[in-house]
């Protein structure tokens, strides 16, 4: 049995562990609620957005369609993994490493995979592979809608230029603080729109549909991606105050143990110090 000292050094340590695992889960739990508010009042916006381009798209010519929506063979791949910049989040950034890794072995296995990072945790995981193509992981750094654009018109640069074929984007999609579902969802080319149901939107277009879908298409591409990376950002915080909760119940209850080891050892110690006094009492006697 560890005596007495040492037991009460790990009870000071386990304390102190306890206490900052406790201010991270209370930090988090603040930037859980802003990052929420955020991304649950950008859905309505983003698939109302996306609705409207499918119903444009649907009821255009195939050859009038935008230059994002160009199918080619699929040789040249780049996958946006979103990740966090820091860790102690559980498995949030180990699940989008495997999700990419993943994607590379077995569904793209054949083709020329790039890889742009956003977050340092991705950047981190992929830089030796020496495919990042860039490291956006400063993003984080100022949130905005703007900031996220230009990476955006970055990808769609690259995509008509011809430097890829198809480009995912992977990350973690928020559900709640407990849960996080990591999606892929591809970027570019546009998905054709597959509906077996005719819908009969009652809109007047002005100018045209054809010029309204040419500036709508960048714009629902670059929300798409800051709904894509604000989705991350909800769910970093989610998983680590989540993670955070259950490291102070380990803590404590890691803390609640040592206190019983050590009431036990010392109860022990004065237990052999009073056989020792009686002992040595009795031998005097004698």
Do not use: C, W
Not at 19 to 44: E, F, G, N, W, Y
């Amino acid at each position: 049995m560890a005596n007495l000292k040492e037991i009460r050094n790990r009870i000071t340590s386990v304390s102190s562990t306890m206490q900052i695992t406790s201010a991270m889960k209370m930090v988090s739990a603040a930037k859980l609620k802003k990052a929420q508010d955020a991304i649950t009042a950008m859905r309505p916006y983003a698939d109302k957005l996306t609705e409207l381009l499918q119903s444009l798209s649907a009821t255009l010519d195939a050859d009038s369609g935008s230059k994002f929506s160009t199918q080619r063979e699929v040789k040249k791949v780049l996958i946006v993994a979103v990740t966090s910049n820091r860790g102690l989040a559980g498995a949030f950034n180990s699940n989008i490493i495997k999700e990419v890794n993943r994607l590379t072995s077995k569904t793209y296995a054949n083709k020329e995979v790039s890889y742009l990072a956003i977050g340092k945790k991705a950047n981190d995981a992929f830089k030796k592979t020496n495919k990042v193509i860039s490291n956006k992981s400063a993003i984080y750094d100022d949130l905005t809608f703007d900031n996220v654009a230009e990476i955006a018109d970055m990808l769609m640069a690259k995509f008509v230029a011809g430097e890829f074929d198809k480009i995912e984007i992977v990350y973690n999609k928020f559900k709640n603080a407990a849960t996080q579902i990591v999606t892929t969802e591809q970027f570019l080319p546009i998905v054709p729109v597959q509906s077996d149901t005719n819908v009969n939107l009652d809109y007047i277009f002005e100018p045209s549909k054809v010029e309204i879908v040419e500036q709508l298409i960048p714009k629902s591409l670059k929300t798409q991606l800051y709904k894509g990376i604000r989705d991350s950002f909800a769910s970093e915080h989610g998983a680590r105050m989540t993670a955070m909760h259950k490291a102070t119940d380990n803590a404590k209850e890691l803390r609640d143990q040592l206190k019983l080891t050590y009431n036990k050892a010392r109860q022990a110690s004065i237990t052999n110090e009073i056989l020792e006094i009686v002992g040595g009492a009795e031998a005097l006697n004698n």
